[in-house]
Nanobody, 115 residues
Framework: QVQLVESGGGLVQPGGSLRLSCAAS????????MGWYRQAPGKQRELVAR???????NYADSVKGRFAISRDTAKNTVYLQMHSLKPEDTAVYYC?????????WGQGTQVTVSS
């Protein structure tokens, strides 16, 4: 059984930075996709950034150049470093781990970008 726990969300001014963490318990393999999604009020959940394999990543166009995903395999933790935050980045951010047989989600962490 895999559990994902996100942390690091909060309120930040436009142009600011935040780093989200997703700590995974259970058996995690780097060969499966793992990363971050977000859902803003009234909108569908969307991909932000994820590892698609051991070293490959993909990002939403809206965050390229501003966000960076990384991981510490020894700690079973995935990070999302967010810079130059915009009000439209406001959403609940969810960690995801997809083994294809099963899709795991964390409980989400709120990110609010506002002055």
């Amino acid at each position: 059984q895999v559990q994902l726990v996100e942390s690091g969300g909060g309120l930040v001014q436009p142009g600011g930075s935040l780093r989200l963490s997703c700590a995974a318990s259970g058996s995690i393999s780097s060969i499966y996709p793992m990363g971050w999604y977000r859902q803003a009020p009234g909108k569908q959940r969307e991909l932000v950034a994820r590892f698609t394999g051991v070293a490959s990543t993909n990002y939403a166009d809206s965050v390229k150049g501003r966000f960076a995903i990384s991981r510490d395999t020894a700690k079973n933790t995935v990070y999302l470093q967010m810079h130059s935050l915009k009000p439209e980045d406001t959403a609940v951010y969810y960690c995801n781990y997809d083994t294809y047989a099963r899709n795991y989600w964390g409980q989400g962490t709120q990110v609010t970008v506002s002055s």
